[in-house]
């Protein structure tokens, strides 16, 4: 069997009959604790990552077998840098609905507008997680003068105000409320993403 951890050629042995054995064998010998499975392929198949369905599989089955172990600080700080590198294309595309929007070019703004709105979900999802992760507590203050719940609270408004007017077709409300108030919001958020990773209770 060929085994690749981390993208390098393994050499040592790992002991284990089944599949489910030697990948507890291979995190046991790891260099940290806490380190788990980000990837996992064998016999070019990619398994998902609790590879139930697979423990038992002899390793007399298997081919190659490629493993990528993580640690959670790694992790985290991945994606940090993902959030970050998406606020660099969520922001454009609310200047350029705004712009649009204020041309009258409705119907090419209401595309980028969903895709905003989308954006922003996903966005939400990712800011949540990383303040779960250091244990932030709501009342945290932030260099903004806001707490992290007040600035919960304050997106809940925008998006309000934001679907109100489009509901109501006011496309310069809509492209105020963009540009005055979105995207400065969310332009924060470059620089207050690291800094709730240092206010949280659990470091990484």
Same mark, same amino acid.
């Given at each position: 069997?060929?085994?690749?951890?981390?993208?390098?050629?393994? +050499?040592?042995?790992?002991?284990? %009959?089944?599949?489910?054995?030697?990948?507890?064998?291979?995190?046991?010998?790891?260099?940290?604790?806490?380190?788990?499975?980000?990837?996992?392929?064998?016999?070019?198949? %990619?398994?998902?990552?609790?590879?139930? &369905?697979? #423990?038992? +599989?002899?390793?007399?089955?298997?081919?190659?077998? &490629?493993?990528?172990?993580? +640690?959670?600080?790694?992790?985290?700080?991945?994606?940090?840098?993902?959030?970050?590198?998406?606020?660099?294309?969520?922001?454009?595309?609310?200047?350029?609905?705004?712009?649009?929007?204020?041309?009258?070019?409705?119907? %090419?703004?209401?595309?980028?507008?969903?895709?905003?709105?989308?954006?922003?979900?996903?966005?939400?999802?990712?800011?949540?997680?990383?303040?779960?992760?250091?244990?932030? #507590?709501?009342?945290?203050?932030?260099?903004?003068?806001?707490?992290?719940?007040?600035?919960?609270?304050? /997106?809940?408004?925008?998006?309000?105000?934001?679907?109100?007017?489009?509901?109501?077709?006011?496309?310069? /409300?809509?492209?105020?409320?963009?540009?005055?108030?979105?995207?400065?919001?969310?332009?924060?958020?470059?620089?207050?993403?690291?800094?709730?990773?240092? #206010?949280?209770?659990?470091?990484?």
């Amino acid at each position: 069997m060929k085994l690749i951890i981390n993208g390098l050629e393994e +050499t040592r042995a790992y002991s284990g %009959e089944t599949l489910g054995v030697l990948l507890d064998d291979i995190l046991q010998n790891s260099t940290a604790e806490g380190d788990f499975f980000s990837k996992i392929r064998m016999n070019d198949q %990619e398994l998902p990552l609790d590879y139930k &369905e697979f #423990k038992h +599989t002899p390793v007399s089955q298997i081919e190659t077998l &490629e493993a990528e172990i993580s +640690t959670i600080s790694e992790i985290f700080a991945k994606n940090i840098a993902n959030a970050q590198d998406y606020l660099k294309k969520l922001i454009p595309g609310m200047q350029q609905a705004a712009d649009l929007f204020r041309m009258g070019n409705e119907q %090419e703004a209401s595309k980028f507008f969903l895709n905003i709105i989308d954006g922003m979900q996903w966005f939400s999802e990712v800011v949540d997680s990383i303040a779960k992760a250091v244990d932030l #507590k709501p009342a945290t203050v932030l260099s903004v003068g806001q707490s992290f719940e007040e600035r919960q609270r304050r /997106l809940v408004t925008l998006v309000q105000q934001m679907v109100e007017a489009n509901t109501n077709k006011d496309w310069v /409300l809509l492209a105020d409320l963009l540009e005055y108030e979105i995207i400065p919001f969310y332009s924060e958020w470059e620089t207050l993403l690291p800094e709730i990773c240092t #206010k949280g209770d659990r470091k990484f």
